[in-house]
């Protein structure tokens, strides 16, 4: 028999692994230690954790989990409607964490050969799921203070089936201007273009209404705006995500969509987590603050160039070190630390890495630990 690899779709062949953060089971594994010896500044997640009315909703979902969950998430996308006021349930979708949609998005709307215009650097399974399509990604380099160019996306634009955005972007934390945004989402409209835009992380953003684009939904049939319950609210482990759209796309993306894929917990834990505001407020302050205490010591240290953050990660270009980012990642995993080398992403030489904000004590961790590299030199 031939090998399998032979047998398989020659786009899937072609598919590399896509690198992330987070990978505190593969550094046990690999060190022989305990997950507890590390503390991870390479996934950027609510460092307060879960809700308390999300843990008391999967403790009360015990007694049904000889059930199928809802397949449509109906309470859930009535939530999330409910949430973001002047929504409707129709306008709503629920994945397998952001990726199961990630993924889907381009299942969908992309036929073979068709291209998509991603920015570069940013999140890697945009590419991943093009690839997986069928599709062909076209690369757009951001600026050099790692901005978005409207002006050149426009003109990137024709022939594009999908425009890409992250904002905040990941791995820069950089928020795109507004305005820049919305003259991207007013060009594609007018070429029949997609607008996928990837606001994951802005729930982390001090002015969140203002810069994301929920409220333009009505203006731009071709957006869909893709949020996850796994960074602001800490449901990492659960895998909850959603797309807000116009009711075409929802429903073309729904047909297609996994029957099942988000399990009962995971739906009750998300609804629960939207409504405890308490502890989404004290997130949010507790970000706030250690963002604001982190920026002022990465500042200090020799060797570090420290990128403006609008998110709860920061983006570190630490070529003056005198460690590249794989060894500066080596240094810290010596002292328990995990940072997140950005060489995998699309456009960055192996001189970035970007780093979690989380409480004070981990932060002063991470701080202590860069400044004993730091003077090995």
């Known amino acids: 028999m031939r090998r399998a690899e032979d047998l398989a ?9 896509c690198v992330h953060g987070g990978e505190v089971w593969d550094v ?16 950027s997640v609510n460092p307060l954790g879960t809700s308390p009315k999300a843990l008391e ?71 991943s799921a093009v690839r997986k399509a069928g599709g062909e990604p076209k690369f757009i380099p951001l ?48 070429e029949d273009v997609l607008v996928f835009l990837d606001e994951d992380f802005i729930e982390f953003v001090d002015d969140e209404k203002e810069q994301s684009l929920v409220g333009n939904l009505g203006r731009f049939p071709n957006l869909i705006i893709l949020r996850t319950f796994t960074k602001f609210y800490g449901l990492t482990g659960l895998r909850v995500g959603f797309g ?39 997130t949010r302050a507790t970000i706030r603050a250690e963002r604001k205490f ?30 590249s980012a794989a060894q500066l990642r080596e240094q810290m995993l010596k002292r328990g630390v995990l940072v997140r080398d950005c060489s995998s992403f699309q456009g960055l ?5 970007r780093v979690a904000v989380r409480m004070r004590k981990e932060n002063e961790r991470l701080l202590s630990a860069f400044r004993e590299v730091l003077n090995s030199v």
């Open 294 to 323: 982190l920026l002022s010591e990465l500042a200090q240290l020799k060797g570090f160039r420290v990128y403006p953050a609008d998110a709860n990660y920061f983006f570190l270009d630490v070529r003056g070190s005198g460690f």
């Open 143 to 190: 600026n050099s203070d790692f901005q978005v160019d409207a002006e050149a996306f426009k003109r990137e634009m024709h022939g594009v089936k999908v425009v890409y955005l992250c904002n905040p972007n990941n791995p820069t934390g950089m928020l795109i201007q507004h305005s820049s945004l919305l003259e991207i989402a007013e060009a594609a409209l007018a």
């Open 244 to 282: 807000l759209a116009d009711t075409g796309i929802i429903d073309i993306l729904s047909r297609v969509k996994m029957p099942w894929s988000v399990n009962s917990l995971g739906q009750a834990a998300a609804a629960a987590a939207l409504s405890d505001e308490a502890h989404n407020t004290k």
């Open 28 to 43: 046990a594994v690999e060190t022989g230690r305990s997950l507890r010896d590390f503390v991870d500044f390479s996934s």
């Open 57 to 127: 909703s999967i403790r009360d979902g015990f007694g049904r989990l000889t059930f199928y969950p809802d397949s449509n998430s109906t309470a859930l996308r009535e939530a999330i409607a409910c949430h973001y006021g002047g929504l409707d349930r129709r306008n709503v979708i629920v994945g397998n964490g952001s990726t199961e949609l990630i993924y889907l998005f381009p299942e969908v709307f992309l036929k073979p050969g068709e291209t998509a215009l991603i920015p570069s650097p940013s999140f890697g399974e945009y590419e």
């Open 349 to 353: 030489d192996g001189f970035y890495v």
């Open 9 to 17: 779709r020659e786009e899937i062949r072609r598919l590399k692994p």
